[in-house]
């Protein structure tokens, strides 16, 4: 889940922190696509005239070369990764070539990633509560 203001914050910083090449990932909670329908009928659905009852969620399970989750940092990319406590910085591995001398220094507050990956899987799933806020802070 990333709301256009995220996004905005998101796209100012990396441009201020940017060296050039490394890829910025927001460490954003994800959702149940489930949670996000039960939300939608609940909060959302009333107001356009429509009775949560009536409109029952189905399952149909999932499609061909759907996926379950998105891999937004692999194992090997978190080698060469630094991390506050809101974003990923993955350099490239070249960087780190002594011989040409590509060193880099992190931002002020950035450490090193534990090895392992980031993906919808392993991050923190928010739940209908979290989602209702959302929709608040959204004015929808």
């Known amino acids: 889940v990333l709301t256009i ?6 796209v100012i910083k990396a441009g201020m922190m ?11 909670p994800v959702l149940k696509i489930i949670d996000l329908a039960k939300v939608m009928l609940k909060k959302i659905a009333p ?12 399952i149909i399970g999932k ?9 937004l940092m692999t194992e090997q990319e978190s080698a060469f990764a630094y991390e506050n406590e809101e974003m990923f910085i ?11 001398n590509h060193q880099f220094t992190p931002p002020d507050g950035f450490t090193s990633v534990p090895i392992g990956e ?10 209908e509560k979290e989602i209702e806020q959302y929709f608040i802070e959204l004015k929808l």
Do not use: W
């Open 63 to 71: 499609r061909v070369g759907e996926k379950l989750y998105e891999e």
């Open 18 to 28: 940017a060296k050039g090449m490394e890829i910025f990932i927001l460490k954003m």
């Open 5 to 10: 203001p995220q996004s905005v914050n998101l």
């Open 118 to 127: 980031f993906s919808s899987f392993t991050a923190r799933c928010i739940d």
């Open 90 to 100: 993955v350099y490239p591995p070249h960087i780190y070539d002594t011989k040409n």
């Open 47 to 58: 107001k356009f005239g429509y009775k949560e009852e009536e409109h029952p969620i189905e």
